[in-house]
């Protein structure tokens, strides 16, 4: 029995990656998709792929919201994926001490703000389909611990992790079925990491030495982290909201050492 029959979900950011491997899933489940993403080629290219409907939506930009809102006839899955590192154009330093403010607002517009735009607009969504849903945010192991020289985006997503607890109790307090839980993915290989693993004989090297830490010495895959976002769509997890779980390989479980004496 597919999971997810009779569900309507809206993917952000699922262009690639996570949030594409999320949209393949719901699918995959028999839920009706609408895949979101600035990225229109690639968007497209996507949903055509997978059989889903393309929108295309800045989540940073209220008004793109306020489009395509007709556009949905009834919402019963919101996963608020996009985000950026602040990466993207470039290694412009984004330490403590010497990342600039516009930086910082610029990842915060997109991950931050994107995610509480996402959540007002699946709660209002949400709230006209008879008051159920869920709502799945993709925080990361970054929200959950510092990371020095990626300040804005540790923040960023610790804010996410926060906000979901937030809409959790609100929506309860209001008397809603609408869940809201965070997902929180470690080192998941997806194009993000390409610039960084590269493609020549080293490759192996670079993989084994990001993830030496990580007590299961592996990367994780997008459909792992998309088969969580299935369990927390699914009436399976009805009895959990406000929720994190990590998924890391355990790496946030601690230290392997043996204790002293």
Same mark, same amino acid.
């Given at each position: ?7 309507? +979900? ?7 990656? #996570? ?31 997978? &059989? ?10 209220? %008004?793109?919201?306020?489009? #395509?809102?007709? @556009? ?98 609100? +929506? ?7 869940? +809201? ?12 990491? @390409? %610039? ?27 459909? @792992? ?10 009436? @399976? ?12 390989? &355990? #790496? ?10």
């Amino acid at each position: 029995m597919k999971r997810l029959v009779g569900k309507t +979900c809206l993917v952000t950011g699922a262009a690639r990656g #996570i949030g594409q491997a999320i949209a393949q899933a719901f699918m995959d489940e028999g839920a009706v998709v609408f895949l979101t993403d600035i990225d229109q080629v690639m968007g497209q290219a996507a949903a055509k792929a997978m &059989g889903a409907t393309f929108l295309a939506l800045d989540v940073s930009d209220e %008004s793109d919201w306020a489009r #395509i809102a007709p @556009e949905v006839p009834k919402l019963d899955v919101l996963v608020n994926n996009a985000g950026v590192t602040g990466f993207e154009e470039g290694a412009s330093p984004h330490d403590p001490e010497k990342a600039s403010l516009e930086d910082w607002r610029a990842v915060h517009r997109v991950n931050l703000d994107g995610t509480f735009l996402g959540c007002r607009y699946g709660i209002a969504a949400m709230r006209a389909n008879g008051g159920k849903g869920s709502i799945i945010n993709i925080s990361s192991r970054s929200g959950l611990v510092g990371i020095p020289m990626a300040a804005a985006y540790a923040s960023s997503k610790a804010a996410v992790r926060n906000h979901s607890k937030t809409v959790a109790l609100y +929506c309860a307090g209001q008397g809603l079925n609408v869940r +809201c839980n965070s997902i929180h993915p470690a080192a998941i290989l997806t194009p993000m990491w @390409e %610039s960084m693993l590269g493609g020549g004989p080293d490759r192996e090297a670079r993989m084994k030495a990001i993830v030496a830490d990580t007590p299961m010495q592996r990367f994780g895959t997008p459909a @792992e982290v998309a088969a969580l976002a299935v369990l927390l769509a699914s009436d @399976e997890a009805a009895y959990i909201t406000g929720s994190e779980m990590s998924i890391d390989g &355990g #790496i946030l479980a601690g230290s392997a050492a043996t204790p002293d004496g």
